[in-house]
């Protein structure tokens, strides 16, 4: 989708000077902020929509780049990151009062990029798989588990260089950044980006530290126990907070996939369980109480007279437990009637006379009356 012009996102012609530009967006801002539109799905992106346009049109040097080459220029000059240095958008309330109306500062995540005062992240989050059994998940139960993580380093504190082992970056002279000036036509465009040797950090290891070898992190296995919630399927995950990786404000979280396990009887479809039950044929044609498998143990299922081949019974309730709120999924319990395959002399004679009395009656008469 093309970029709207972002004097038309802000309201304002390229005549507007540096006050009605902080007028319009403050006005924008209080209007779009998705803490004040949570119905509004479309509220987050209308943000950042005016956040980058002021952004651009607040620093002269991007205005007069946008005003000549447009959104072309500034996408060869300045990365999205780039777009937004230089600029404190909660410093625009601030003599308002408003910094914090929205609680914890009000354009946290809303920029598109970075820039200003970014607030620290937590670590990545991390994943663990795991394999329960459908007779774990019909209860649920308490399950341990071995993670293995990184942690920051306790000898060097995170840095990976011991004492003495840091020095300042050659390339961007310990800034964290670099400079590159590119011509276009008499402009010239300075942009500003992360120093690739550094990372950012303004300072290169000289003399890494012996226990992480210069990583900063090392690596630790923890037991943990997870709950499982009764009536949980494969696909669900349990958060279990902050056993995630480290990051510069905390760790992240850790998320447990579960897989449960194919069973050898029942077949799950949501929160009912199929089963396919053998009968013979007496107990088909005449009824009968049989016993049939559950999940609490063997329970009576009464068949009518005439059960056919793949008739299905339903026992209520007999399935899973809900994952969430109370109530169980039902049981379904297929019919398969069982053909003998070897025949005693005595039933054999009973088939036949059996059959002679069913036999279907031929050319309008039955053959058993010959």
Not at 8 to 23: F, H, I, N, Q, Y
Not at 211 to 220: M, N, P, Q, S, V
């Amino acid at each position: 989708m093309a970029k709207r012009d972002y004097y038309e996102v802000l309201g304002s012609d390229r005549g507007t000077d540096e006050a009605e530009l902080k007028r319009a967006y403050r006005r924008l801002a209080m209007q779009h902020h998705p803490d004040r539109n949570p119905d509004d799905p479309e509220a987050a992106d209308r943000m950042k929509e005016v956040n980058e346009a002021y952004a651009v049109l607040s620093d002269p040097q991007k205005r007069q780049i946008y005003d000549t080459y447009g959104h072309n220029g500034l996408q060869q000059s300045f990365s999205q990151e780039d777009l937004f240095s230089g600029i404190d958008f909660s410093s625009l309330f601030s003599d308002l009062g408003l910094r914090d109306l929205l609680g914890g500062g009000i354009f946290g995540g809303l920029f598109g990029g970075g820039g200003g005062r970014q607030r620290a992240r937590k670590g990545a989050d991390l994943r663990y798989d795991l394999e329960v059994t459908l007779e774990q998940v019909a209860t649920g139960i308490e399950e341990t588990i071995e993670v293995t993580f990184q942690e920051e380093c306790a000898s060097c504190r995170g840095v990976g260089a011991e004492n003495g082992g840091l020095a300042d970056c050659q390339r961007c002279r310990g800034q964290g950044q670099v400079v590159q000036n590119q011509q276009a036509g008499s402009m010239v465009f300075r942009q500003v980006t992360t120093c690739p040797s550094c990372r950012g950090r303004g300072q290169t290891i000289t003399k890494a530290c012996k226990e992480c070898h210069g990583a900063g992190l090392k690596e630790r296995t923890k037991e943990l126990t997870v709950e499982i919630p009764h009536g949980a399927d494969t696909g669900n995950a349990v958060r279990v907070t902050g056993e995630g990786a480290l990051g510069p404000a905390g760790p992240g979280d850790l998320f447990v996939v579960l897989h449960v396990l194919p069973h050898e009887v029942f077949q799950r479809e949501e929160n009912d369980l199929i089963i396919v039950q053998e009968i013979d044929f007496a107990t088909a044609a005449l009824g009968g109480a049989i016993s049939v498998p559950g999940l609490d143990g063997e329970q009576s299922l009464t068949i009518a007279e005439g059960t056919q081949a793949s008739s299905t019974y339903k026992i209520a309730g007999g399935g899973m437990p809900h994952l969430h709120g109370s109530g169980h999924g039902d049981e379904y319990v297929v019919i398969k009637v069982v053909t003998p395959t070897e025949l005693s002399e005595e039933e054999r004679e009973l088939f036949q006379r059996l059959a002679e009395i069913r036999r279907p009656e031929v050319n309008g008469r039955n053959t058993a009356e010959e």
